[in-house]
C-alpha cells in the first residue's frame, strides 16, 4: 500500500472505533437515557480536547463466545483532555462492547492512564457504565480489579480521583469507586451494589427494587456512599466540572483561584444566630453571608445533614468548610456526621486546602443506638483528622461549642491555628440546666423553693459560660468579633496563615480510628 492508502486505512479504523459495539447498540443507549463512553466525554471536556490511547487493543480470550465479541478498544476508552483548560484523565466504560464488563485489557487500559496521571499530578475521572467482572475471563478479570485497586489506593491523596455514575456498578466494581475521593451518581440510571437484586432474592428470597437499594439516593442520603447526584447525565457531568474547578490538580498545586467574589448577602450576619439556644437557624446563611457570593459547593449534603461540608472561595482562593448545622438534629454530632466531617478534612489535608469550621454544637448524640453503632470509634475520626491535619485551620464558634464537641470540632488545642467567637457564643463542658441538674440535684431538692434555686444556679451558670468572655479571657479563643466582621477577618487570618509550615513526626502513616 502506499502512504495515501496507508492513512485511509488508519482513518477508516479510527471511525470504526466512534461505534463502540455497533450503533444498533449505541441506540440502546440512548432509549435508556444513557450516552455511548465517547459522548460522555466529549459532554465533559473542552471541545476538541481529548485525546485517545489504546484505542486498537483488543481482548485475548475466545471461550463462552468471547471470539464473536472483539471489538477494537474492548469496554472502555481512555485519554486525557482539558476541563476548563486544566487537564484531566478519563476512563469511560463502554457498556456496548460487553455490558463495559470489565476485562483484562480494560484493567491494563485504565490502570495505564492512571499511571500517567499519577505520574504528571493529573486528577483522574473514571465514568462508570458496567455490569461488572467480565465472567467469561475468569481470573483475569479479577486481577485486573486488583490491579486497579491498588493503583486507586497509590494515588489516593496525590491526585483527586472522581467517579461519576451513569449506569450500574455491581459486584466487586464498587471498590473502585468507594476508594476514590468523590463519587457522583445520577439519578435513575445509576446503581450500585456489593449483590445487585438477582443475587437477593437467590439467597434470601427478599424482592428488592434496585433504585432502593443502591440508586443515587439512596446512597446520597443513606449509606453515604455517594456524594453528589444528579437528574441526568448532562447534570452529573456539569457537577463533575464544577468539582473540578475547586480541586487542585494534585497534592504540592494550589487549588486554582478565580477573580476575587464580592461577599454574600452579610447583613443578616449581626442578626442571625439567636440567642436562645433552643431556636433553630440555617447556618448556609452564615456561610452565604461570609464566602464568595453564590461560591459555596456543598458536597455530601443529603447525608447526615446535621453537618455541612463543602468547597466555597474566599476572595477568589479555594477554602474547605465545615460546619455544624443547627436547623438539622441542633447540629448534633452523630456516627454519619463524623464519618462525614472526618473524610471531608482529611481530603482537603490531603490537598493543601485551608478549613474554615464553623461551630454550633450541643454535642455527641445519646443514646443506645449511637452508642452500639459506635460512636465512640467514629468521633474519634473528627478528632484524628483536625488533629493530624497541618493545613491552615480557623474556626468560628457561633453558638454552642459544648463538651467534646468543643474539643473535636477544630478546637485550639487539637492545632487550629485561630479560633474566633462571635459574641453568641457559649463554651462549657455542658449547658446549664444539665451542669446544674448533675451538680446541684441535692441542693435543690432540699431547697425551700426548688425551681426558684434552680433558675438561680442556671442563671449564674449562664453568666458564666453563655458568653464568649470566660473563653476569652482565658487565650482559649483568639478573639470575640462581630459576625459582620468574619469575612474580614478569615481574609486576613488565611493571609497570615499561608505559607504556614507545620509536620507530623515520621511515621509510616497513623492509625485513625476506621
Ligand atoms: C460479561 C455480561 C455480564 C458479565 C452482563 N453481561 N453481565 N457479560 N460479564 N458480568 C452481558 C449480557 O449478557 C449482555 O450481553 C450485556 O452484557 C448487557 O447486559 P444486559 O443484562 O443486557 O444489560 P441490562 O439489561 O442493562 O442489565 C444490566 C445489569 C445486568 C442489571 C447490570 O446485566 C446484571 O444484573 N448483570 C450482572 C451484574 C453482576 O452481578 N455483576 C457482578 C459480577 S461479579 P448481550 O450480548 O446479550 O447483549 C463481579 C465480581 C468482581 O463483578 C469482584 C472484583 C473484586
Known amino acids: 500500500m502506499n502512504s495515501d492508502e496507508l492513512n485511509a486505512e488508519l482513518l477508516r479504523r479510527r471511525s470504526a472505533l466512534s461505534v463502540g459495539g455497533g450503533q444498533a447498540r449505541i441506540d440502546e443507549q440512548h432509549t435508556k437515557g444513557k450516552r455511548s463512553a465517547r459522548e460522555r466525554i466529549a459532554a465533559m471536556v473542552d471541545q476538541g480536547s481529548f485525546h485517545e490511547v489504546d484505542a486498537f ?7 463462552f463466545g468471547l ?35 470489565f476485562s483484562e485489557v480494560q484493567a491494563q487500559k485504565v490502570c495505564k492512564v492512571l499511571d500517567l496521571a499519577l505520574a504528571s499530578g493529573v486528577p483522574f475521572v473514571s465514568l462508570n457504565d458496567s455490569v461488572g467482572a467480565r465472567i467469561q475471563e475468569g481470573v483475569w478479570s479479577l486481577a485486573g480489579y486488583s490491579e486497579l485497586f491498588w493503583r486507586n489506593t497509590q494515588a489516593s491523596g496525590v491526585i483527586p480521583q472522581i467517579s461519576v455514575m451513569l449506569g450500574p456498578c455491581a459486584g466487586g466494581s464498587v471498590y473502585s469507586p468507594g476508594l476514590t475521593d468523590f463519587i457522583i451518581m445520577t439519578e435513575g440510571i445509576s446503581h450500585m451494589f456489593i449483590t445487585g437484586p438477582e443475587v437477593i432474592r437467590t439467597v434470601t428470597g427478599e424482592q428488592v427494587d434496585p433504585d432502593t437499594l443502591g440508586g443515587a439516593q439512596a446512597h446520597a442520603s443513606i449509606s453515604g456512599v455517594a456524594h453528589l447526584t444528579a437528574v441526568d447525565e448532562a447534570g452529573a457531568l456539569a457537577l463533575t466540572r464544577r468539582l473540578l474547578s475547586y480541586l487542585p490538580s494534585n497534592n504540592v498545586e494550589p487549588p486554582p483561584s ?151 470540632m477544630s478546637s485550639k488545642y487539637i492545632r487550629t491555628d485561630l479560633v474566633y467567637a462571635w459574641p453568641t457564643a457559649e463554651i462549657a463542658v455542658m449547658g446549664a440546666e444539665g451542669a446544674v441538674n448533675i451538680l446541684y440535684r441535692r441542693q435543690i431538692l432540699q431547697a425551700a423553693d426548688p425551681e426558684t434555686a434552680r433558675s438561680e444556679i442556671v442563671q449564674q451558670f449562664r453568666d ?51
Open 258 to 408: 478565580a477573580p476575587p467574589g464580592g461577599p454574600g448577602p452579610a447583613a443578616v450576619l449581626d442578626r442571625l444566630v439567636p440567642p436562645d439556644g433552643t431556636v433553630a437557624y440555617d447556618m448556609h446563611d452564615a456561610i452565604a453571608g461570609i464566602f464568595d457570593q453564590d461560591s459555596f459547593f456543598e458536597v455530601h449534603g443529603s447525608y447526615a445533614p446535621n453537618a455541612l461540608v463543602g468547597f466555597a472561595r474566599l476572595v477568589g482562593s479555594v477554602v474547605g468548610v465545615v460546619a455544624n448545622q443547627p436547623a438539622y438534629l441542633a447540629g448534633v454530632l452523630d456516627i454519619n456526621a463524623s464519618d462525614k466531617i472526618a473524610r471531608f478534612v482529611r481530603f482537603c489535608d490531603c490537598f493543601g486546602i485551608p478549613l474554615v469550621t464553623f461551630v454550633d454544637c450541643p454535642g455527641f448524640m445519646p443514646g443506645t443506638h449511637q452508642e452500639h453503632g459506635g460512636i465512640i470509634r467514629h468521633g474519634a475520626k473528627i478528632v484524628y483528622a483536625y488533629s493530624e491535619a497541618t493545613v491552615p485551620k480557623v474556626a468560628i464558634i457561633t453558638r454552642k461549642a459544648y463538651g467534646g464537641a468543643y474539643i473535636v
Open 67 to 101: 471470539d464473536e465479541k472483539r471489538f477494537a478498544g474492548d469496554s472502555v476508552v481512555v485519554g486525557f483532555g482539558l476541563v476548563d483548560g486544566r487537564r484531566v484523565a478519563i476512563a469511560a466504560q463502554d457498556f456496548t462492547v460487553i455490558g463495559g464488563s
Open 464 to 514: 458564666r459560660f453563655g458568653s464568649p468572655y470566660a473563653a476569652a479571657a482565658s487565650g482559649h479563643v483568639d478573639d470575640v468579633i462581630l459576625p459582620g466582621e468574619t469575612r474580614a477577618k478569615l481574609v486576613a487570618a488565611l493571609r497570615f496563615l499561608s505559607d504556614k509550615q507545620a509536620s507530623l513526626p515520621p511515621k509510616k502513616h497513623g492509625n485513625i480510628p476506621l
Open 57 to 63: 487493543m483488543t481482548h485475548r480470550h475466545s471461550d
